[in-house]
């Protein structure tokens, strides 16, 4: 079964702090996307990265696509407790047939 | 100026009822997917139609099924709930099916007692 492994799983913070989380596979994806959840509400899409060690950033955030695309970071500077939420790392790929899946999550509570 | 939304938010039934979920996107998109979170917040797709046209269809309880009258609707039916089927359910729209960028609904909450 294929997996996308975050961490950390949970991860609590103060405010200004830097942070990191992983996303993992043993899978190749052919696309990648970040999104943040909030209580209440679906995901949110943040952003997609598409090409091996290809970065981009979203004002404090920073993402990052493994060289070999089968993992991702995302890096969050000077964290804000607007930034609290659940963070999901999602990934495209083909496994005989298209496949989406879900990272296992990580939550973020950024402390004022 | 809704994008992808979905009825009803809040949804609590008896165990055995039937009960079903709709979702409508204005987006234009081909394709529309049912998820289901659970407790720990993992989200697993049950469903995705493309062009009204079941394209994944992932290990679930035959008690499931969706329907697409068209394009941009994609219903859920449950039929003889079960207090397992008690989670959040997703409803999301994409662009294509090999477009990996999603944007979900709201949510419904079931809970079945």
């Not at chain 2, 809704?2 to 081909?30: F, R």
């Amino acid at each position: 079964t294929q997996l996308l492994k975050q961490s950390p799983q949970f991860l609590s913070i103060q405010e200004g702090e830097n942070l990191t989380v992983y996303c993992n596979s043993s899978s190749v994806f052919s696309s990648l996307q970040w999104y943040r959840q909030e209580p209440g509400e679906g995901p949110v899409l943040l952003v997609t990265v598409v090409t091996g060690g290809e970065v981009k950033k979203l004002k404090r955030l920073t993402f990052q696509f493994g060289d070999a695309r089968k993992d991702s970071s995302l890096h969050i500077t000077a964290a804000q407790p607007g930034d609290t939420g659940l963070y999901l790392c999602a990934g495209a790929f083909t496994s005989g047939t298209y496949k989406y899946i879900f990272g296992t999550g990580t939550r973020l509570k950024v402390l004022a | 100026d809704t994008a992808v939304s979905q009825t009803p938010k809040y949804l609590v039934t008896q165990m055995g009822n039937d009960k079903s979920i709709k979702c409508e996107q204005n987006l234009g998109h081909d394709t529309m997917y049912w998820y289901k979170q659970d407790s720990k917040k993992f989200l697993k797709i049950m469903f995705s139609y493309n062009n009204k046209e079941l394209i994944i269809n992932e290990t679930v309880p035959n008690r499931f099924s969706p329907k697409s009258p068209d394009k941009a609707h994609l219903n859920l039916h449950i039929n003889s709930l079960e207090l397992g089927d008690s989670a959040v359910y997703f409803c999301a729209s994409s662009p294509g099916l090999a477009v990996g960028r999603q944007f979900f609904g709201p949510g419904t909450r079931l809970t079945v007692l």
